[in-house]
């Protein structure tokens, strides 16, 4: 049996190289049920249950009150997507998949697992996005509407997974004090630079929505001290200062060139003369090199912001208008297509 299933395999790779097997199938049938697969998993709370105590089909469904038959083709499915495995008829989370899907573990997922219902719905509307150049605009919605809980402690769980590394390649003049984190939402980025530098605060300027989440996420870590929101605008807020540091994490694909180099030069006057400036971002190749994932990121932008995912070169433009010089530009490591950009005023 072993052997058949190896020379299926084999066969299947074997037509998708010689282009006998119809990929784009592949792309939108499989890709689909197995991202709604995974995120099943956890809206169920298939994941939760199985990081307790491995179970049977038939404990697991008296547990989370579910159909027997679903429940098995459920943990089948999950099985083939490598989040849970069987032994001897009970089911456990697969160990890989423990760090990312234990709501215990400090590196936990889940909640951007749950995020991707509401952008499964966004990406619901692409077909129009693209005929009429209309995007979703998901930035617009109402202070109270609730997506934007699931948005920004989605955002928080990603970005727990890199702060670390990147508040340790953030430079600040000896002696900073004050920061500013632009549209930095949950403040996590900000919270954990302020951990590197004794005596460091942090204010974070975004919109009210996004604010209402933070503040609580900040509070819940017992870090209002060194981390203040503040509601506003940032392409129209008074920026205050003058700051020790600038972030602009995730945030230059949601805005137009033009917009990018406006805010850049007003972030330029409300830094000091030694003030550091680190961007964030997910930048695309050059047209001349390969594509990889960035290009559907960037499609993903444009449905969200009617925006771009911008290349190193266009990156380095925005600044070089502004007034900035770059000074590194590195990979970060934990999350990939992440570039970490630290700037000086000229």
Avoid at 12 to 37: K, S, V
Avoid at 102 to 123: A, C, H, I, K
Avoid at 131 to 137: A, F, K, L
Avoid at 156 to 185: F, K, W
Wanted: aromatic share 8%; net charge neutral.
């Amino acid at each position: 049996m072993r052997l058949g299933l190896k020379a299926d395999s084999l066969r299947e790779r074997l037509a998708d190289w010689l282009n006998l097997a119809p990929q784009p199938i592949a792309h939108a049938f499989f890709g689909m049920m197995a991202a709604r697969t995974v995120m099943a998993g956890e809206r169920l709370g298939v994941y939760a249950a199985l990081a307790e105590s491995s179970a049977t089909v038939e404990e697991l469904a008296a547990r989370l009150k579910l159909s027997p038959e679903g429940t098995r083709a459920l943990l089948e499915a999950l099985e083939a997507c490598e989040t849970v495995e069987r032994k001897r008829g009970r089911y456990r989370m697969a160990d890989r998949a423990r760090r990312w899907l234990d709501p215990r573990s400090p590196q936990y997922v889940g909640g951007f697992l749950d995020f991707n219902y509401t952008q499964w719905e966004w990406w619901g509307h692409l077909e129009d996005a693209v005929r009429t150049g209309e995007p979703v605009d998901i930035h617009r919605f109402a202070p109270d509407d609730p997506r934007w809980n699931t948005y920004i402690h989605a955002m928080h769980q990603m970005a727990r997974q890199s702060a670390p590394e990147v508040a340790r390649a953030i430079p600040l003049p000896r002696g900073a004090r004050q920061v500013l984190d632009l549209g930095g939402a949950h403040g996590w980025f900000a919270a954990e630079l302020c951990r590197h530098h004794r005596g460091l605060k942090a204010t974070v300027l975004d919109l009210e929505g996004s604010v209402r989440v933070g503040r609580e996420i900040i509070a819940r870590a017992g870090l209002t001290h060194v981390v203040t929101h503040r509601e506003g605008d940032i392409l129209s807020s008074e920026l205050g200062g003058p700051y020790d540091g600038v972030l602009l994490f995730q945030v230059l694909h949601h805005l137009t060139p033009a917009q990018n180099v406006a805010l850049l030069r007003r972030v330029r006057t409300a830094l000091t003369h030694k003030g550091t400036l680190a961007v964030l971002e997910y930048l695309r190749e050059d047209a001349d090199k390969p594509a990889t994932s960035a290009p559907l990121l960037g499609l993903h932008y444009f449905l969200t912001s009617k925006a771009a995912a911008y290349t190193p070169a266009e990156m380095e433009g925005f600044l070089d208008d502004a007034g900035f010089h770059i000074e590194t530009a590195q990979p970060v490591r934990n999350i990939p297509l992440q570039t970490l950009i630290i700037a000086r005023p000229e």
